[in-house]
Every structure is written in structure tokens, then in C-alpha cells.
């Protein structure tokens, strides 16, 4: 299997519950239309991303496909916006309207919402 350099690395994801929790516990909160993101400063040189689905949202073919859109479009994001020049641990929930969303509406609301965090 060929590596891909561009994928998101292991250790800029939150893999762990206590690293989800700290940062809902720790961090600010910012609703955007197709989800809520939680984010809190963290010790690290670079900054790392989680992203929640419930079952709400339906089958786990519609949760892996926003996760993956999630994913990707965070990825993309990191460079042009400066993510991890503020090393942040970034939760991002889902909501539920976002599984009847397109992509192209799911990422502007979703970059919108990242850019302000950049900001902050």
C-alpha cells in the first residue's frame, strides 16, 4: 500500500476520550450551520482535529462521508488560515441538518467557521 502524503497524520487527529473531553471541558464554543466546534489551546507545536457523528445524523455511510468531508476540508484549511501556528485541539460535532447538505454548502459553512477561529 503507497503512503499519501497529503492524508491528515495521526498525530494531528484527537484519537482519545479524555482528549475530546478536556477540550469540551476547557475550550471556547462556536456554532455554525452544520456544526458546533469546540476548541482549546493545547501545548503542542501544531494543531489537532476531532470530529463527532451521531447516530442522528443516519447510517454509517452518511456519518463516515461527513467525517470525511470534515476531515478533508480542515486539512485544506490549515495552511492558508495559520491552524497550527495556534496550536488548538479543535472539536468539530456534526449537526444533524448536515446530512441532507452538498459539500459545497457543507465546506463554506464549514471554513466560514474555521476562519473565525483563526481570527480568534
Given at each position: 500500500?503507497?503512503?499519501?502524503?497529503?492524508?491528515?497524520?495521526?498525530?494531528?487527529?484527537l484519537?482519545?476520550?479524555?482528549?475530546?473531553?478536556?477540550?469540551?471541558?476547557?475550550?471556547?464554543k462556536?456554532?455554525?450551520?452544520?456544526?458546533?466546534l469546540?476548541?482549546?489551546?493545547?501545548?503542542?507545536?501544531y494543531?489537532?482535529?476531532?470530529?463527532?457523528?451521531?447516530k442522528?445524523?443516519?447510517?454509517a455511510?452518511?456519518?463516515?462521508?461527513?467525517?470525511?468531508?470534515?476531515?478533508?476540508?480542515?486539512?485544506?484549511?490549515?495552511?492558508?488560515?495559520?491552524?497550527?501556528?495556534n496550536?488548538l485541539?479543535?472539536?468539530?460535532?456534526?449537526?444533524?441538518?448536515?446530512?441532507?447538505?452538498e459539500?459545497?454548502?457543507?465546506?463554506?459553512?464549514?471554513?466560514?467557521?474555521?476562519?473565525?477561529?483563526?481570527?480568534?
Open positions: 500500500m503507497q503512503s499519501r502524503p497529503e492524508a491528515l497524520p495521526k498525530e494531528k487527529r484519537a482519545k476520550r479524555r482528549e475530546f473531553l478536556h477540550v469540551y471541558e476547557t475550550g471556547r462556536l456554532f455554525s450551520r452544520y456544526c458546533v469546540f476548541f482549546a489551546a493545547n501545548q503542542l507545536p494543531s489537532r482535529v476531532g470530529v463527532t457523528t451521531t442522528k445524523l443516519g447510517k455511510n452518511v456519518r463516515n462521508r461527513l467525517k470525511r468531508w470534515t476531515r478533508e476540508i480542515y486539512r485544506r484549511q490549515r495552511q492558508p488560515l495559520g491552524l497550527d501556528q496550536a485541539d479543535l472539536v468539530i460535532n456534526v449537526k444533524s441538518n448536515a446530512a441532507t447538505a459539500f459545497r454548502d457543507y465546506r463554506s459553512d464549514l471554513e466560514r467557521a474555521l476562519r473565525k477561529i483563526s481570527e480568534a
